[in-house]
């Protein structure tokens, strides 16, 4: 038989976790700002924003389609080694004590562009445990490299 009290706090029961449940999934979601999907290139932007230390750089080289080894590779870089700053209007890139600057275009929320006038590069780009994952690909011919590398920010 079902009292009145125990209506009553069966409803309290699911009033508390109708209550409790989007605290919750809010909570859970903010844990990792670091790694949240920017939804424009201006959140893009605003999520690169500063200097980020290289960690790795793995190169595929590719021959007709099949992987060259001998030509592949990951390269370790120690910290501060490789900077590079993304600002509104350039890449900087800076390694002991030389800078190397080019424009860049944030276009949409996963990837930018860079490079000098037309001749312009397009990156991928992934966040992933706070790290910046950048991958990038060029085709000529019958040869393709791509590009991926590993950073972090700096404070």
């Known amino acids: 038989m079902v009292t009145h009290a125990t209506t009553l706090k069966s409803v309290r ?3 508390f976790i109708l ?3 989007p605290t919750l999934l809010l909570n859970s979601c903010s844990k990792n700002d670091e790694d949240t999907v920017p939804q424009t290139g201006k959140d893009l932007l605003a999520k690169l924003n500063g200097k980020w230390s290289v960690e790795t750089v793995e190169y595929k080289y590719y021959v007709d389609n099949v992987l060259d080894p001998d030509n592949s590779g990951t390269q370790a870089y120690d910290e501060n080694f490789l900077v590079i700053e993304f600002t509104e209007k350039a890449l ?3 390694s002991q004590g030389e800078s ?3 424009i860049v275009s ?3 929320s996963n990837s930018f562009r860079y490079g000098f ?5 397009e990156v991928q780009v992934e966040f992933e445990n706070g790290k910046l994952k950048w991958k990038e690909a060029v085709k000529d011919a019958n040869i393709k490299i ?3 590398v590993v950073l972090h920010k700096t404070p």
């Open 92 to 94: 900087i890139f800076t």
């Open 146 to 148: 791509e590009v991926t």
């Open 19 to 21: 209550i409790s449940t």
């Open 106 to 108: 944030y276009d949409s």
């Open 13 to 15: 029961i699911l009033l």
């Open 117 to 121: 006038g037309t001749d312009m590069s």
């Open 100 to 102: 190397d600057d080019y």
